[in-house]
T-cell receptor, first 112, second 111 residues
Framework: GEDVEQSLFLSVREGDSSVINCTYTDSSSTYLYWYKQEPGAGLQLLTYIFSNMDMKQDQRLTVLLNKKDKHLSLRIADTQTGDSAIYFCAETLPYNNNDMRFGAGTRLTVKP | ETGVTQSPTHLIKTRGQQVTLRCSSQSGHNTVSWYQQALGQGPQFIFQYYREEENGRGNFPPRFSGLQFPNYSSELNVNALELDDSALYLC??????????FGEGSRLTVL
């Protein structure tokens, strides 16, 4: 497909793990990113993974990359209420590194 | 080190008018990118400026134009505003690492 696709909503209980999934468009994409957007704010880079890696861990965050299926996931361990936000998956296109293509975002709601 | 700042934060225009949005890049960053984020959507790439030259453009019509100044700050200009131009306009600056640092955006409403 031509769009970066994400589920629109995810709801979890505080302390559980959250897994946000994304399907990107181009198997040649060089970098894949996860951004967080809180209400009324800009985008904050959470983590990124280079296309020659299949996993990256950074504290509570784990990124998994399946290049064959063009599938990217973000796992947040021990999810907290402060993690409630919209999470965007993004790819840098190989033929135009200046164009970062974003998904529509997954709204994560963490219930106490 | 100051982050990316954008102005104005909110503005309302009517169809057919013109708007200028401003962005100050993070200290030391020479590249500025502009994105349009419609309600409920992800950001869409408009264009990028590197050392005062346009360095890539997304699928936006020519009435979307920009400038970058010697201090690397930037402007986004939109002429002949349409209702569908209502969105959050995000500016992001980057330095040598390629990581984008976003401002909080300018929310434009076109009536």
């Amino acid at each position: 497909g031509e769009d970066v696709e994400q589920s629109l909503f995810l709801s979890v209980r505080e302390g559980d793990s959250s897994v946000i999934n994304c399907t990107y468009t181009d198997s040649s994409s060089t970098y894949l990113y996860w951004y967080k957007q809180e209400p009324g704010a800009g985008l904050q880079l959470l983590t990124y993974i280079f296309s020659n890696m299949d996993m990256k861990q950074d504290q509570r965050l784990t990124v998994l990359l399946n290049k064959k299926d063009k599938h990217l996931s973000l796992r947040i361990a021990d999810t907290q209420t402060g993690d409630s936000a919209i999470y965007f998956c993004a790819e840098t296109l190989p033929y135009n590194n200046n164009d970062m293509r974003f998904g529509a975002g997954t709204r994560l709601t963490v219930k106490p | 080190e100051t982050g990316v700042t954008q102005s104005p934060t909110h503005l309302i225009k009517t169809r057919g008018q013109q708007v200028t949005l401003r962005c100050s890049s993070q200290s030391g960053h020479n590249t500025v990118s502009w994105y349009q984020q419609a309600l409920g959507q992800g950001p869409q790439f408009i264009f990028q400026y590197y050392r005062e030259e346009e360095n890539g453009r997304g699928n936006f019509p020519p009435r979307f134009s920009g400038l970058q100044f010697p201090n690397y700050s930037s402007e986004l200009n939109v002429n002949a505003l349409e209702l569908d131009d209502s969105a959050l306009y995000l500016c992001a600056s980057s330095g040598g690492t390629g990581e984008l640092f976003f401002g909080e955006g300018s929310r434009l409403t076109v009536l």
